[in-house]
T-cell receptor, first 116, second 110 residues
Framework: AQKVTQAQTEISVVEKEDVTLDCVYE???????LFWYKQPPSGELVFLIR??????QNEISGRYSWNFQKSTSSFNFTITASQVVDSAVYFC?????????????FGSGTQLTVLP | NAGVTQTPKFQVLKTGQSMTLQCAQD?????MSWYRQDPGMGLRLIHY???????DQGEVPNGYNVSRSTTEDFPLRLLSAAPSQTSVYFC?????????FGDGTRLSIL
């Protein structure tokens, strides 16, 4: 069975601080995808990134960066110079093959609050 | 491009009532699914479909029915609403996995 653990339930930082959200996953599949989603207070789910299990290169997109380490089964997400608009719940998710499709297993989410 | 559209956005039901949550996507995705989101539990898969005429159960299917008569639509039916089904429901679609989510339906069962 697949499992995604986001041990940080809530994080609070002051604007302009850097913050890292942790994600640890478990799977026996060798081919899988990892995702991060943002859920702002308005409630919608915003797709941030999808990463293939064979691609361990770190990725940077503006103030966002992702560190994928297969050796520790982690896919951590860092926001540099955080802003109040980054306040949201962030979900990490794992996608593995299931029949003719792939199934997404979500972590329980990390509530990030950025204070002005 | 509307993406994934869910209706209604809010609904209040009485215990025992039935209703259908609508989901439509205009991206020609084969894969569609329904999730429920409860506080502290992330999103849990209810049912999913890999194409028209094909559906299967997810992690928490009890009390829900689905059908997929067209590629675009994937309605979720609550057969006899129970207070335990109070939740926020998300529909999602993608080529082979959920990538695009609707805005959610907030459902309260009294």
């Amino acid at each position: 069975a697949q499992k995604v653990t986001q041990a940080q339930t809530e994080i609070s930082v002051v604007e302009k601080e850097d913050v890292t959200l942790d994600c640890v996953y478990e799977t026996r599949d060798t081919t899988y995808y990892l995702f991060w989603y943002k859920q702002p207070p308005s409630g919608e789910l915003v797709f941030l990134i999808r990463r293939n299990s064979f691609d361990e290169q770190n990725e940077i997109s503006g103030r966002y960066s992702w560190n994928f380490q297969k050796s520790t089964s982690s896919f951590n997400f860092t926001i540099t110079a955080s802003q109040v608009v980054d306040s949201a719940v962030y979900f990490c998710a794992l996608s593995v093959p299931s029949g003719s499709a792939r199934q997404l297993t979500f972590g329980s989410g990390t509530q990030l609050t950025v204070l002005p | 491009n509307a993406g994934v559209t869910q209706t209604p956005k809010f609904q209040v039901l009485k215990t025992g009532q039935s209703m259908t949550l609508q989901c439509a996507q205009d991206m020609n995705h084969e894969y569609m699914s329904w999730y429920r989101q409860d506080p502290g539990m992330g999103l849990r898969l209810i049912h999913y479909s890999v194409g028209a005429g094909i559906t299967d159960q997810g992690e928490v299917p009890n009390g829900y029915n689905v059908s997929r008569s067209t590629t675009e639509d994937f309605p979720l039916r609550l057969l006899s609403a129970a207070p335990s089904q109070t939740s926020v429901y998300f529909c999602a679609s993608g080529p082979v996995e959920p990538q695009h989510f609707g805005d959610g339906t907030r459902l309260s069962i009294l």
